[in-house]
C-alpha cells in the first residue's frame, strides 16, 4: 500500500503609538478580533475524522477498491486501511488490513502501535509492533522480523506517516523527510513539493497541491494530490518508477467532520 499524507497563515506586526485613549482602545479591540478570526481558523483547519474510498488501478486496469477511516478516540487517533480485490484486474494488497493508533501533538505525530494482516495463514506481511516513548523503544514482530530497538526520533510507521503529512502541511510546514519503520531498521524517504493541479473528482472539483516522496537509493516515486481545502487529504496518489507510472489511487467518496 502507498505510504502517505499546507496550509500557510501570514501575519503583519503593525506597529502603531496613538495618542488618544479611544485610539487605544480601538486597537486592543482590533487586536481582539483578530486574534479570535485566527483562532477560528486554526480550529477550522486542524485535523479532522474522516472516511474515504479509492479506486486502486494498476496499469490502468482497476484492481482493488481501499478504504480510509480516521477516527478520535479521547486524547488517541486510530487509522485504518482496508483494501478489497475489484475488477478484472483482481490483485490482493501485500496488506489489506492495516490499523495505526497514535497520537498528535503540537510538535509531531508518535504512533502508538502498528498493526499489518494480509489475511491469509502466512505471516510474512503481517505486522504487530508497538512504539514506546516513555522508554525510548519499538518492540514487536515486522513481517517476521524481530523488532527490539531505539525509538529514533520523528519515527513513524506505515499508516502514521500519512497523518504526519498532513499535519505537518495542515501547521504550516513543509517536511524535508520522514523515518519509517522497516523490520528491526528504518528507511529514510525525501518529500518535496512538485506544484499545483485542480482535479475533477467524484467529490468535486478540487485545487491540490502535488507533493513527492522518495525512499533512499530507490528509483520508485510516490506523489500525493492533497487539498488544502479538504485537510490536505490526497485526491490522488501515483506510483512511478523511471517515469513509467506502476498503479495510482483515486479518491471516490469523502465524508469529513
Not at 40 to 55: G, I
Request: with cysteine.
Amino acid at each position: 500500500m502507498p505510504r502517505w499524507w499546507r496550509i500557510q497563515v501570514f501575519t503583519r506586526a503593525i506597529e502603531q503609538r496613538p495618542q488618544h485613549g479611544l485610539a487605544r482602545i480601538a486597537l486592543t479591540l482590533a487586536f481582539a478580533i483578530a486574534g479570535l478570526a485566527l483562532n477560528a481558523v486554526a480550529t477550522a483547519d486542524e485535523l479532522k475524522p474522516f472516511e474515504a474510498s479509492y479506486t486502486w488501478m494498476w496499469h490502468g486496469m482497476t484492481v482493488a477498491l481501499s478504504t480510509l477511516h480516521l477516527e478520535r478516540q479521547d486524547d488517541t487517533w486510530i487509522y485504518r486501511s482496508k483494501s478489497e480485490p475489484r475488477g478484472i484486474g483482481r490483485m490482493r494488497s501485500e496488506r489489506p488490513t492495516q490499523e495505526s493508533v497514535l497520537k498528535v501533538t503540537d510538535a509531531d505525530v508518535r504512533p502508538l502501535s502498528y498493526k499489518a494482516d494480509d489475511g491469509t495463514s502466512s505471516t510474512k506481511r503481517d505486522a504487530d509492533v508497538v512504539f514506546d516513548w516513555e522508554h525510548g523503544r519499538v518492540t514487536g514482530v515486522y513481517e517476521d522480523t524481530k523488532v527490539d530497538m531505539p525509538l529514533p526520533p520523528g519515527i513513524q510507521d506505515d499508516l502514521s506517516v500519512q497523518i504526519a503529512l498532513m499535519v505537518e502541511l495542515l501547521k504550516g510546514r513543509t517536511p524535508e523527510e520522514f523515518l519509517l519503520l522497516s523490520g528491526n531498521s528504518v528507511r529514510k524517504y525525501r518529500y518535496s513539493r512538485d506544484g499545483t493541479e485542480t482535479l475533477v473528482t467524484p467529490v468535486g472539483t478540487v485545487k491540490t497541491i502535488i507533493y513527492s516522496a522518495q525512499k533512499e537509493g530507490s528509483p520508485r516515486v510516490t506523489q500525493f494530490w492533497c487539498a488544502p481545502s479538504l485537510g490536505y487529504i490526497p485526491l490522488r496518489v501515483q506510483q512511478r518508477r523511471d517515469h513509467q507510472i506502476e498503479w495510482n489511487m483515486q479518491i471516490q467518496s469523502l465524508k469529513r467532520e
